[in-house]
């Protein structure tokens, strides 16, 4: 197992704005997943990209993977409020894998 | 979508008292499930991996005579915090991996333990 670094580790945006997050990693993959945590929740599943795709797109969320430079970007488009929260990527090679989870992105939308 | 259900979402207790921790699947079936901590503005720590029918894997540094994990069906684990003191308050999460291959991780709300 490895650990995703995400980068920023903080950004603060108003409503309406997109924003990036990225998240680099160090071998080879089988997919890799990115989650949201709500302040004192659980994580929520967003979005698993698999390593022979290059982009994936679900609602307002769109997923890039470059594994030549492994590395994944997620962007949020037209943020909201609700939004706010770390959001966490989690490379993975695999089966019944367990994920590690590195220290995350911590999204603030501002109203 | 796939649920996972987790039990109690909060409990405080006294030091000495051994607290059970339940997480359902309960929509899919579960080979897997893992068990992780979470300090205040941390990420999550993996403490071990439950598989359905044997005995959990346990994370480098993390006690299993203090953490007793059991995984007795396909749709539940338990983690047992046995002897709690107050540095075992934490938020504990659980998370389910259907047996679909090349399925994400579903997560249960978790479970803020206080120990007084």
């Known amino acids: 197992s490895q650990q995703g670094e995400e980068d920023p580790q903080a950004l603060s945006i108003q409503e309406g704005e997109n924003a990036t997050m990225n998240c680099s990693y160090k071998?080879?993959?089988?997919?890799l997943q990115w989650y949201r945590q709500n302040s004192g929740r659980g994580l929520v599943h967003l979005i698993l990209?698999?390593?022979?795709?290059r982009e994936k797109h679900s609602g307002r969320l769109r997923v890039t993977l470059d594994t030549s430079k492994k590395s994944s970007s997620l962007l949020i488009t037209a943020s909201r409020a609700a939004d706010t929260a770390s959001y966490f990527c989690?490379?993975?090679?695999?089966?019944?894998?367990?994920?590690?989870f590195g220290k995350g992105m911590k999204l603030t939308v501002n109203p | 979508g796939a649920v996972v259900s987790q039990h109690p979402s909060w409990v405080i207790c006294k030091s000495g008292t051994s607290v059970k921790i339940e997480c359902r699947s309960l929509?899919?079936?579960?080979?897997?499930m893992f068990w992780y901590r979470q300090f205040p503005k941390q990420s999550l720590m993996l403490m071990a991996t439950?598989?359905?029918?044997?005995?959990?894997?346990?994370e480098q540094g993390v006690e299993k005579d203090k953490f007793l994990i059991n995984h007795a069906s396909l749709t539940l684990s338990t983690l047992t915090v046995t002897s709690a003191h107050p540095e075992d308050s934490s938020f504990y999460i659980c998370?389910?991996?259907?047996?679909?291959?090349?399925?994400?991780?579903?997560f249960g709300d978790g479970t803020r333990l206080s120990i007084l």
């Open positions: 929509d899919f079936q579960a080979t897997t």
């Open positions: 989690a490379p993975c090679q695999g089966g019944s894998e367990k994920l590690v």
């Open positions: 439950s598989n359905e029918g044997s005995k959990a894997t346990y």
């Open positions: 990209i698999r390593s022979n795709e």
């Open positions: 071998t080879s993959i089988n997919n």
């Open positions: 998370s389910a991996l259907d047996k679909v291959v090349n399925q994400p991780q579903h």
